[in-house]
């Protein structure tokens, strides 16, 4: 009878527990689809007030979709390399994905300068053009955060403190980055389909 009923204490029920930062995370991640959900809302609305003035995206948005695409495929081939304790290729694959990030931002400044080419400003007469650099530009501040997250795990792994068994900061910049991927592809299908 005693052997039985260590047998149950023994065997520890299984929590839902997640990480703390993982948990603040993904609270920062639901406040920015919320805004972005408020945004494309009003957006939407306006657009049915009238004056609205339509115009062509700029080209370079086809080109970063595909950037940002590509960058999220190295950033989980970093998380890979973490978990196979692959050293050398987490540092290249975190170098190649911040790279692109950076390469992403230059293709949103031209991608204003394209706008400005074609007289659409920020401060105009025309809601639409204003939502179009608040969209970007919103973005492109949470990914600027992305970078700056990239740069501190590239800075772990530099000290070997991304591996197998220390995953939680890779797994986080993995989910964020494909977070802000994912947040680009509908903010592009969006605009391109309601402009």
């Known amino acids: 009878m005693i052997a039985n009923q260590n047998l149950h204490i023994d065997e520890a029920k299984e929590t839902l527990a997640m990480h703390p930062k993982k948990f603040?995370?993904?609270?920062?991640?639901?406040?920015?689809?919320?805004l972005f959900a408020a945004l494309t809302s009003a957006y939407i609305v306006k657009q049915s007030d009238g004056n609205w003035l339509s115009f062509?995206?700029?080209?370079?948005?086809?080109?970063?979709?595909?950037?940002?695409?590509?960058?999220?495929?190295t950033m989980h081939l970093a998380?890979?390399?973490?978990?196979?304790?692959a050293l050398g290729k987490v540092k290249w694959m975190l170098?190649?994905?911040?790279?692109?990030?950076?390469?992403?931002?230059v293709g949103q400044y031209i991608s204003w300068s394209e706008l400005v080419k074609n007289d659409v400003y920020?401060?105009?007469n025309y809601a639409s053009?204003?939502?179009i650099y608040v969209f970007t530009g919103l973005h492109?501040?949470?990914?600027?955060?992305?970078?700056?997250?990239l740069l501190i795990a590239f800075r772990s792994s530099l000290k070997s403190e991304i591996h197998s068994k220390k995953l939680v900061q890779i797994e986080m910049c993995m989910t964020y980055w494909h977070f802000l991927g994912?947040?680009?592809l509908y903010l592009y299908l969006f605009l391109l389909f309601n402009l």
Do not use: C
């Not at 062509?56 to 695409?69: E, H, R, S, Y």
């Not at 998380?79 to 304790?85: F, I, M």
């Open 182 to 184: 994912g947040l680009w």
């Open 140 to 149: 492109g501040v949470h990914l600027i955060s992305g970078i700056i997250f």
């Open 56 to 73: 062509k995206l700029p080209g370079i948005f086809a080109v970063n979709t595909v950037i940002i695409a590509i960058s999220s495929l």
């Open 24 to 34: 603040a995370l993904w609270l920062f991640i639901v406040s920015i689809v919320m």
């Open 122 to 124: 920020f401060v105009s």
């Open 79 to 85: 998380y890979v390399a973490a978990k196979k304790d």
């Open 95 to 105: 170098s190649i994905t911040v790279v692109l990030g950076l390469l992403f931002l």
């Open 129 to 131: 053009a204003s939502f």
